[in-house]
């Protein structure tokens, strides 16, 4: 066992689908799943991270190497971030967290403080379709902020976000745009299908309270992202890529 950052994933509304059988949503979640792991693969042969799949949970697993540990987070937001983005594409958000502390994971066992704290933020407090940083790893990303001369010109000003209950969490459409710069249209086209994934469970669960809630949180990070991470892409219509307010809210109604 050894000092390492664990995320614990979770997907939205699994369940559900494995009670109505829906084999259309299976098959496009093995389909994007496939093309994630070949991804990840890539990704490990350049570091010493694990990943362990099961149903719809995801446990990710990074040792402490670096000296200050900013390699490390610096991996797991390109994967987690990727993760999240890729399966949003096809209508399949996570809610997870990030935590550090002891762990020990291989081929059959995970455990440790590290995965019983990321379990508990994931089910506790992530509340939303968001992947939150336990107390200690912001206190690490706060560190490796204060390394540059100006914090907000730091990587991790882009990478993480801090929301309106205080948690920090990943900032994914970020892996959009970084490094893209001059591909209007290909991120334009992403976020568009972006937009309608959101829109689509926004209006299909105007009805059910606790889900409408958590789409509708996506929604107003989509157009939260939209609007502060586009300067740079002079050729996306922005009007074209927002969501309209007018479909993320309820009102109190008469009963006839």
């Given amino acids: 066992m050894r000092k390492s950052f664990c995320a614990y994933l979770d997907i939205l509304g699994f369940s559900e689908k ?6 259309d949503y299976f098959n496009k979640y093995l389909s994007v799943l496939e093309e994630e792991l070949r991804y990840i693969k890539k990704r490990q042969k ?27 987070l610096a991996n797991i937001f390109k994967v987690l971030a990727h993760i999240q983005f890729t399966f949003s594409l096809s209508d399949i958000f996570f809610r997870g967290a990030v935590s550090m502390s002891e762990l020990y994971m291989d081929e059959n066992i995970v455990l440790g403080p590290a995965i019983i704290e990321a379990y508990k933020l994931e089910t506790e407090k992530a509340v939303y379709p968001r992947i939150i940083l336990s107390d200690k790893v912001i206190e690490v990303v706060k560190g490796h902020t204060r390394y540059y001369s100006e914090p907000k010109d730091s990587p991790q000003n882009r990478e993480y976000l801090i929301d309106i209950d205080g948690h920090y969490f990943i900032n994914y459409l970020y892996v959009l745009v970084d490094g893209n710069r001059g591909r209007d249209k290909e991120v334009e086209q992403s976020l568009l299908k972006h937009k309608k994934a959101v829109t689509q469970n926004v209006n299909k669960h105007r009805d059910k309270f606790k889900l409408f809630e958590k789409y509708l949180w996506v929604a107003k990070y989509h157009n939260y992202f939209c609007a502060t991470f586009l300067s740079n892409f002079d050729e996306i219509n922005l009007d074209k890529i927002i969501i309209d307010e007018s479909i993320l809210s309820k009102k109190i109604q008469r009963i006839a």
């Fill in 46 to 72: 350049l570091s010493a991270f694990k990943l362990k799949i099961f149903t719809d949970n995801f446990v990710f697993g990074h040792p402490w190497y670096d000296k200050y540990g900013e390699v490390e």
């Fill in 18 to 23: 494995i009670i109505n059988n829906d084999l």
